[in-house]
């Protein structure tokens, strides 16, 4: 995590992992050369405490390079749970003038994260991948019945 980066966004994935929230998160959309996004609880009464707990934006410090960790948003200040890792081998550049603002790096593991299973593609309507809306909704009884192959992180900590 980079507090010089982005602040706001790093104090926000600490209260996350502190409060357990990624533990058991799938990887629900993983497009290769682009990224692996996750962050909706599979519990809908958790998801549903954190959907509208917005924090404001970081101001875009550093590129999205592959590698870096950043919060996804639907527009200014919509920033919540959701977060992805840049996986394009010449990054994600475009995304910076969008307002995406790494607050983290990958340092080990980016050949794990190019692992992750991607054979669903991008998620529904557009795509055959799981639809977020039921994903919140319905939780990790939609993924294990819909999309039994999906990565997902079984504890997230702080090293320390």
Not at 34 to 49: A, E, H
Not at 95 to 102: N, V
Not at 123 to 138: E, I, M, S, V
């Amino acid at each position: 995590m980079k507090p010089e980066w982005a602040p706001r966004g790093v104090a926000r994935f600490e209260e996350l992992v502190t409060n357990g929230f990624y533990n058991d998160c799938r990887f629900f959309r993983v497009l290769p050369g682009f990224i692996s996004q996750f962050g909706i609880n599979g519990d809908p009464s958790v998801m549903t405490k954190w959907r509208s707990s917005s924090i404001p934006d970081d101001p875009v410090k550093v590129t999205n390079s592959r590698g870096t960790v950043v919060f996804a948003t639907a527009g200014p200040n919509t920033r919540t749970t959701q977060i992805f890792v840049n996986t394009g081998e010449k990054g994600n550049g475009f995304l910076d003038k969008q307002g995406f603002s790494p607050f983290g790096v990958v340092i080990e593991g980016m050949d794990i994260v190019d692992q992750l299973y991607s054979g669903y593609g991008e998620g529904a309507p557009g795509g055959k991948g799981p639809n977020q809306a039921l994903l919140q909704k319905q939780g990790n009884s939609y993924l294990t019945t819909s999309y039994p192959k999906l990565s997902y992180i079984s504890k997230a900590d702080i090293a320390k």
